[in-house]
T-cell receptor, first 115, second 113 residues
Framework: EAGVAQSPRYKIIEKRQSVAFWCNPI?????LYWYQQILGQGPKLLIQ????????DSQLPKDRFSAERLKGVDSTLKIQPAKLEDSAVYLC?????????????FGDGTRLSIL | QKEVEQNSGPLSVPEGAIASLNCTYS??????FFWYRQYSGKSPELIMS????GDKEDGRFTAQLNKASQYVSLLIRDSQPSDSATYLC?????????????FGKGTKLSVIP
């Protein structure tokens, strides 16, 4: 079974530029999550999708971050404009559903550096 | 704000010893608890889940949950150098209808050969 795929693996941009990340979840997984993991901290949920609908985006900084999952499969996360504090690893995870027994499987993440 | 607290470490143990990792959480009615292992530069990997008070064993790993004390721990027996990683405690707080995870900052474990 193929895992969660993310690209790019690394991205370096200057502040105020824009950047986009892509995620392809495990086949058949209805639920998709985007997390931000700052160095030395645990992952923090940014947004959760169930199929192509948003379940929770309460921690997404909506003035600069946006995410979509138009066809209920792949998802993109965008930052525009980027700030220095956005330097982090952006992790995508997927699960078959939303039950507590539905484990979340993580991709390897995109490491973003803001200059 | 619902929080999950872990000692950031590093925790160093000799090879073959028992490593004990601890986690406390603030939301008294949390029901689901997880331990993830994260190697440097890699994604978190689920290693244990526990939902009821007591111990749950899986190979060399034992998760312990005490809801009255709001405390969950992970014991690693016969620690190996390959166990060296950051261990993240995660909780599904009450009212989280979306079953979203709240993570602690993680404890870095080093197993010394």
């Amino acid at each position: 079974e193929a895992g969660v795929a993310q690209s790019p693996r690394y991205k370096i941009i200057e502040k105020r530029q824009s950047v986009a990340f892509w995620c392809n979840p495990i086949s058949g997984h209805a639920t998709l999550y985007w997390y931000q993991q700052i160095l030395g901290q645990g992952p923090k949920l940014l947004i959760q999708f169930q199929n192509n609908g948003v379940v929770d985006d309460s921690q997404l900084p909506k003035d600069r971050f946006s995410a979509e999952r138009l066809k209920g499969v792949d998802s993109t996360l965008k930052i525009q404009p980027a700030k220095l504090e956005d330097s982090a690893v952006y992790l995508c995870a997927s699960s078959p559903g939303t039950g507590e027994s539905q484990p979340q499987h993580f991709g390897d993440g995109t490491r973003l550096s803001i200059l | 704000q619902k929080e999950v607290e872990q000692n950031s470490g590093p925790l160093s143990v000799p090879e073959g010893a028992i490593a004990s990792l601890n986690c406390t959480y603030s939301d008294r009615v949390s029901q689901s608890f997880f331990w993830y292992r994260q190697y440097s530069g890699k994604s978190p990997e689920l290693i244990m889940s526990i939902y009821s008070n007591g111990d749950k064993e899986d190979g060399r790993f034992t998760a312990q949950l005490n809801k009255a004390s709001q405390y969950v721990s992970l014991l690693i027996r016969d620690s190996q150098p390959s166990d060296s990683a950051t261990y993240l405690c995660a909780v599904i707080p009450s009212g989280a209808g979306s079953y979203q995870l709240t993570f602690g900052k993680g404890t870095k474990l080093s197993v010394i050969p």
